[in-house]
């Protein structure tokens, strides 16, 4: 299979050793956790939650081969290989697609402020025609509130029209669902085959109703098999309770930094405290911030 498989996905946090290198076996370990007992479907590592613009350029390029060693699906892994020079994004997208993934998410190059579309078409064009693999499938990556190169519909139409089902999708993490339906209106969503994921499991239902391929989310590291609970609710009294749950553990989770947030919870799920290491400039939870969190889950 070319496409990854849709349905609920864990934005996965990165776990790093002491000198600051990505631990990519226990990456590996915790990945599998995600999608068995974890809840998830598949996994997106190195994007934003998993802190991918703070991994090393080498931990980063030799991530997907280590993936293929380990046996993970092809279909269930989306490996974030933004970059802000063009360049660096071919060669972390060729190290997923040599090692058997064809699935990435790409930021637009994030450095530069105001790029016109035609700047950000002729990154992503630069992509797909270096890469030169019509197996390739590109996952737009909209996150305007930290990359500030918004991704506006009639790009995501002329890159879809020009290349095809290589363009694939996108992950909208605007957290506005009325952008992530303007996404589906100007694609036709799944019903044309361009898989759109919201950010926040909250809209889950609100946006498979509408055409959305399911969510990609950062929360999912600890809540995903409530999310799955709810996917699977009989329309009814009965999904509405089953979405409640999902908000109030959204709403949680988007009280504290939501990386450190779901690394701590990891932690605490492993009994290894290593899982709170931070990539520089971020920080773990300070020591209120990790006593409400205990008390918040405990209230749940």
Not at 58 to 81: N, Q
Not at 252 to 275: N, V
Request: aromatic share 8%; hydrophobic share 40%; glycine share 10%.
């Amino acid at each position: 299979m070319t496409k990854a498989k849709r349905g609920i996905y864990a934005a996965a946090v990165s776990p790093f050793d002491a000198d600051g290198t990505l631990n990519t076996a226990k990456l590996i370990a915790y990945c599998k956790h995600l999608m068995s007992d974890g809840g998830c479907d598949g996994v997106a590592p190195t994007g934003t939650t998993g802190e991918g613009t703070s991994v090393s350029m080498r931990d980063r390029l030799a991530l997907p081969a280590a993936f293929a060693e380990a046996g993970m699906p092809t279909d269930s892994v989306i490996f974030g290989t933004g970059a802000p020079a063009a360049g660096d994004c071919v060669e972390l997208t060729r190290a997923a697609v040599d090692a058997g993934f064809l699935n990435v998410l790409v930021l637009p190059p994030y450095y530069y402020k105001n790029a016109s579309d035609d700047g950000l078409y002729s990154y992503f064009a630069n992509l797909v025609e270096k890469i030169g693999n019509d197996r390739l499938r590109v996952y737009l990556y909209h996150f305007p509130q930290m990359s500030q190169a918004p991704l506006s519909t009639s790009l995501v139409k002329r890159l879809r029209a020009d290349f095809g089902a290589v363009i694939a999708g996108l992950k909208d993490s605007s957290g506005d669902f009325e952008q992530s339906r303007a996404f589906v209106e100007a694609t036709g969503g799944v019903a044309e085959d361009f898989d759109i994921y919201p950010s926040s499991e909250a809209m889950l239902w609100d946006g498979l109703s509408i055409g959305t391929a399911g969510i990609i989310s950062g929360s999912t590291n600890a809540f995903a098999n409530w999310v799955q609970k709810a996917r699977k609710a009989p329309e009814g009294a009965e999904r509405e309770a089953a979405m409640e749950e999902v908000r109030r553990r959204r709403s949680l989770a988007g009280k504290y930094p939501m990386m450190a947030g779901m690394k701590q919870i990891e932690a605490w799920r492993s009994g290894d405290d290593s899982w709170t290491r931070m990539a520089p400039p971020l920080v773990p939870l300070t020591a209120e911030q990790k006593s409400a969190l205990k008390s918040d889950l405990d209230a749940l």
